[in-house]
């Protein structure tokens, strides 16, 4: 069985084979419209909550098609378009060969350099994340988008600072210092799309709620590069680079905005 992944032979466009919902009708990504979107005071009557706890010696891994952080701690969510309490599963990015591309979702057919997407399950109705990942209300996803300035983003170079020690698939690392993922977030969590969805890598469970932040998170380009250096396999490997699945109908899908 071949593996899946973003190359020409076992990339996006080949993944319906062996996963059929990816021809699904709430399939991710999705180019976000924000003319498109519908204000929903609804999301704003029960504001968006985040309380993420710190992990004192947080999981950094390379599975070999982006590089992942598990959680441990109670890290948890609710409002805004969640029902229930979501706990915060595992962080990931997504992110290109160049800066011009390599988010998921685009904003106007515009891409980002850069994706990061933070996974958590509905942990009111399931227990474990096994369990919720193929639940229509199972998971919910903040999605960040990454944007270059000349300055790093410091929460984020606790993790490219080290990036070196897990440049191989497999290879995995714990953060010596407790980390804690709020420093991972913009400013502004009050504004935001939000819209029914799926996982974008196989399985691409339509499970997921999505809540994509309208602020990006700024990173300097050396931890662009840090990313890029990451390798697909063992040493001489090719570099996980544009590991993004491009955008999907909408559809019927109504995209909701949080904010006029
Ligand atoms: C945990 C998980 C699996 C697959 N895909 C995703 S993603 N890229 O939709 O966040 N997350
Ligand atoms: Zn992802």
Avoid at 51 to 60: D, G, R, V
Avoid at 183 to 203: A, F, H, Q, R
């Amino acid at each position: 069985m071949a593996t899946w992944g973003y190359g020409n032979d076992n990339g996006p466009a080949t993944w319906v084979k062996s996963f059929p919902v990816a021809a699904g009708t709430r399939q991710s990504p999705i180019d976000i419209v924000p003319t498109a979107a519908k204000c929903d005071t609804k999301l704003t009557e029960n504001p968006l909550t985040v309380n993420y706890s710190p992990e004192p010696a947080m999981e950094l891994c390379n599975p070999g098609l982006s590089v992942k952080a598990n959680i441990k701690s109670k890290s948890v969510i609710k409002g805004g378009p969640l029902e229930g309490e979501y706990k915060l599963e595992q962080f990931h990015l997504h992110w290109g060969s160049a800066d011009k591309q390599g988010s998921e979702h685009t904003l106007n057919g515009k891409m980002f350099p850069a994706e990061l997407h933070l996974v958590h399950y509905n942990a009111t109705k399931y227990s474990s994340f096994g369990e919720a990942v193929d639940k229509p209300d199972g998971l919910a996803v903040f999605g960040i988008f990454l944007k270059i300035s000349d300055k790093p983003h410091q929460g984020l170079k606790s993790l490219t600072d080290v990036l070196s020690e897990v440049q191989y698939k497999d290879k995995s690392i714990n953060i010596k210092q407790e980390y804690n993922p709020v420093c991972l977030l913009p400013d502004n969590i009050n504004k935001y799309w939000t819209y029914l969805g799926s996982l974008t890598t196989p399985p691409l469970c339509e499970s997921v709620t999505w809540i994509v932040f309208e602020e990006p998170i700024e990173v300097s380009e050396d931890q662009m590069k840090a990313f890029r250096a990451l390798c697909c396999g063992e040493c001489g490997s090719a570099p996980i680079v544009d590991n993004y699945r491009p955008p999907l109908p909408l559809g019927n899908r109504q995209l909701r905005a949080s904010f006029q």
